[in-house]
């Protein structure tokens, strides 16, 4: 158990439906991360909050948009997602942004399947 | 940003001691070294991390050389369940702390 979590732990989604994943974490972080990971590749991050804005967006896809309400909540909304798009969806979290130092600790993560 | 790189796979047997080492030649100066182990189907978890010299601590030790370009984690008596991915992390860029993994290191320990 990490502190960080995320729900649901699998999604099967078809590419014309909505959904969203959601990561919580209970550490009093100030940064969280989403990170995708497909089939026998490296993770590949997506984006970082730190305090509630965003500050890295790495050429993301626009059919995924993050939210982050506020230091404890992330989501990543989906929409028209490719089969492509499947892969092991991880959330993580730091406690601060910005120093060469800080620990990520990360969640379960959600398997997403798409049709 | 620092880029890394480590052996794509490693074997060991159960009771051995596993060393597994990352290059980072342009690391920066307030680059901390960090490692992580991921198990199939699960998020990564932290395992150490250092700066210079030696580190250890219940997990592993982490040796670090006086120029930093490099540095190996050391397993002690590997079991099965040490099987896993590792990944070494060296990711100051601008000031902020990007985390870019790599491919990590598969390490395999047979029975």
């Known amino acids: 158990e990490t502190g960080v979590t995320q729900t649901p732990r699998h999604l099967v989604m078809g590419m014309t439906n909505k959904k969203s994943l959601k990561c919580e974490q209970h550490?009093?972080?100030?940064?969280m991360y989403w990170y995708k990971q497909s089939a026998k590749k490296p993770l590949e991050l997506m984006f970082v909050?730190?305090?509630?804005?965003?500050?890295e967006n790495n050429s993301v896809p626009s059919r995924f948009s993050p939210e982050c309400p506020n230091s404890s909540h992330l989501f990543l909304h989906l929409h028209t997602l490719q089969p492509e798009d499947s892969a092991l969806y991880l959330c993580?979290?730091?406690?601060?942004?910005?120093?060469?130092?800080?620990?990520?600790?990360f969640g379960p993560g959600t398997r997403l399947l798409v049709l | 940003l620092a880029k890394t790189t480590q052996p794509i796979s490693m074997d060991s047997y159960e009771g051995q001691e596993v060393n597994i080492t990352c290059s980072h030649n342009?690391?920066?100066?307030?680059?901390?070294i960090t490692w992580y182990q991921q198990f199939p189907s699960q998020g990564p978890r932290f395992i150490i991390q250092?700066?210079?010299t030696k580190v250890t601590n219940e997990v592993a030790s982490l040796f670090i050389p006086a120029d930093r370009k490099s540095s190996t984690l050391s397993l002690p008596r590997v079991s099965l369940s040490d099987t896993a991915v590792y990944y070494c992390?060296?990711?100051?860029?601008?000031?902020?702390?990007?985390?870019?993994f790599g491919r990590g290191t598969s390490l395999i320990v047979h029975p």
């Open positions: 250092g700066y210079k």
């Open positions: 550490l009093g972080h100030n940064a």
């Open positions: 342009n690391i920066a100066t307030n680059d901390y």
């Open positions: 909050y730190s305090l509630e804005e965003r500050v």
């Open positions: 992390l060296v990711a100051l860029r601008g000031g902020s702390y990007i985390p870019t």
């Open positions: 993580a979290s730091s406690q601060d942004l910005g120093r060469g130092q800080e620990t990520q600790y």
